[in-house]
């Protein structure tokens, strides 16, 4: 009897042994597709970089930032669309001239939704993953990294979309609906993403490994993770800086934050491109991808550039020639956003677009164009110079003038700078910035004042308004809405801080106006993006103003944000 119990136990070891054995090389051959498979995070991290801008890929293209740019720059006057012949009330042009006049979003349109399919969708779990597998894989330059990249959006989705975000329940796949979240636990968000990044990027251990960092590095810092702490430093110093109307606004936050963040341009966070034969390879404003072949400069940005801006009166401005088009006539101007250029009488004063043909062509070629347009042309994220003036901007309001004055000049010297050094191309070689056409410059004290007590904060934001120009424009619209566009005062001058800053009106002589759909008031933020909220999160909709009775409300885009408030 025993023999035989022991007969039949082996019989049923070795038929469990060959069924395991069998079932490995069953699933071996036979991989469960609905299994996720994991990877090395270098081969994931590039396509974070990617959605900073303008991402590529099968299932959704053009999410990051500069498709909303295109949008939010008529805004604040950065460019505008160059005629009239655009419907305002088109639901899907991207070009829409609703946007112009500080109209939002229409119907089923996803526009100004670019940015909230980067974070979520582009960004989304792929970062979660970096993050997870990183951990396992001891790659901590990456989890930080990583980290780096969510706090960053957090910041920037908060300012884009206000109290409509997801956070506690942000990537959470077993849901269909989720409840939003206050715009200022984005902020606090953003600002425990930037020290759990910090901690990772200064870990030395496991398998962090520089060569191996700047493998999937390679499109942003090349793998250096000291810059990517200046980076998140950067994150936190706009973090304070934005929230400057509130009695909880610390200028100290500020300096010590942008202090640590980038100084020299060799920190600067850019995104580069191979100028390849995808989409993706090419910057988002280039004429491979086609995207800015409807707009031009705005007459704010020349006017700063050409001297006829109040402020800079008589001053020319060398960097023009670099950041903006010149006419037939051989001058800087722009065009009001609202009117398609009709303000312009002459045809030879219209500004060339920013590839370099004619005011009324949409198209042109990549050996005329500057600047951001150009299709290997860097595209900043944050740079030098806006540390430099958010030191300048919190030292003056601390009442340390001197300090604001150096941080000022050194902020517009880098600018010039930046540009020499990496967007000279195509510019005419009688227009370059030459050192004698900068000293002169920051010699004018109509630009920089000859003592530190006549610096006011109107020529810091004015300054930064043209440094942040093209690329920083999420940025400067958060700025634009902290001092609310025409209406806050400098109490140096006792006029508007953005100087001479004209948004539509109601009732024009012109017959030009703000978007009806505004009933009077200026746009202050962006509704989420329709192919996921307005489809799913009816209910949160509904909460937070956007929706009413079941139908969109049409002006919920001139709601004021949390961080623009007292």
């Not at 849901?175 to 600002?191: A, E, H, I, K, V």
């Not at 933020?525 to 909220?533: F, T």
Request: hydrophobic share 40%; proline share 4%.
């Amino acid at each position: 009897m025993k023999n035989k119990l022991i007969k039949i136990f082996l019989s049923v070891s070795v038929v469990s042994i060959i069924i395991t054995s069998c079932q490995k090389k069953l699933d071996d051959a036979y991989a469960n597709p609905n299994a996720l498979v994991v990877e090395p995070v270098e081969n994931i991290f590039p396509s974070l970089i990617g959605s900073f801008v303008g991402s590529q890929a099968a299932s959704g293209s053009g999410y990051g930032l500069a498709g909303d740019a295109l949008l939010i720059g008529r805004y604040v006057q950065y460019w505008g669309t160059y005629s009239t012949s655009y419907s305002p009330v088109s639901y899907t042009a991207s070009n829409q001239s609703n946007y112009d006049a500080m109209g939002g979003s229409l119907g089923t349109s996803d526009n100004l939704g670019t940015l909230w399919a980067a974070f979520y969708f582009g960004q989304g779990l792929n970062l979660n993953r970096v993050i997870q597998w990183g951990a396992a894989q001891g790659k901590w330059d990456y989890v930080g990294a990583a980290q780096a990249i969510r706090a960053w959006g957090w910041l920037e989705i908060a300012n884009q979309y206000g109290d409509a975000i997801i956070i506690k329940e942000a990537f959470d796949q077993g849901r269909q609906q989720f409840d939003y979240d206050p715009q200022s636990l984005g902020y606090d968000s953003c600002r425990q993403a930037c020290f759990d990044a910090l901690a990772n990027l200064s870990r030395t251990d496991g398998a962090v490994s520089p060569a191996n960092f700047a493998k999937g590095d390679a499109y942003f810092y090349g793998g250096d993770v000291n810059k990517w702490k200046k980076f998140v430093y950067g994150i936190l110093a706009r973090s304070y800086a934005y929230i400057s109307n509130k009695s909880t606004y610390s200028a100290d936050s500020v300096i010590k934050y942008a202090n640590l963040a980038m100084t020299s341009n060799a920190d600067n966070a850019t995104c580069k491109f191979s100028a390849g034969g995808f989409s993706g390879q090419n910057n988002y404003f280039g004429i491979f991808r086609g995207n800015v072949g409807s707009i031009r400069q705005g007459a704010y940005i020349a006017n700063l550039l050409n001297g006829t801006n109040s402020v800079f009166s008589g001053v020319t401005d060398p960097r023009a020639w670099y950041m903006l088009r010149e006419n037939p006539n051989g001058t800087i101007k722009g065009i009001v956003p609202w009117n398609g250029g009709s303000e312009i009488s002459s045809s030879n004063d219209k500004p060339n677009n920013f590839w370099g043909n004619a005011y009324t062509s949409t198209t042109g070629s990549d050996a005329n164009a500057r600047y951001l347009f150009r299709n290997n042309a860097e595209f900043p994220i944050m740079t030098a110079s806006e540390m430099q003036f958010l030191l300048a901007e919190a030292s003056l309001k601390k009442g340390d003038k001197t300090t604001a004055l150096a941080a000022y000049t050194n902020a517009i010297s880098l600018n010039f700078d930046m540009l020499s050094t990496n967007y000279a191309t195509n510019v005419d070689p009688t227009k370059l910035i030459t050192p004698a056409s900068k000293a002169a410059y920051l010699a004018n004290t109509a630009v920089v004042p000859a003592t530190a007590s006549a610096l006011t904060l109107t020529q810091i934001m004015l300054q930064k308004y043209i440094a942040l120009f093209g690329w920083g424009v999420q940025e400067t619209w958060t700025d634009m809405r902290r001092y609310h566009y025409n209406s806050a005062i400098d109490p140096a001058t006792t006029k508007q801080v953005y100087a001479d800053f004209a948004p539509p009106v109601v009732s024009p002589s012109s017959g030009a106006a703000l978007f009806a759909n505004n009933n009077g008031k200026l746009v202050y933020r962006c509704r989420p993006r329709y192919n996921s909220e307005f489809l799913y999160d009816i209910p949160s909709l509904t909460l937070v103003g956007a929706i009413s009775g079941g139908s969109q409300v049409v002006d919920y885009h001139t709601l004021e944000c949390w961080n623009s408030k007292p």
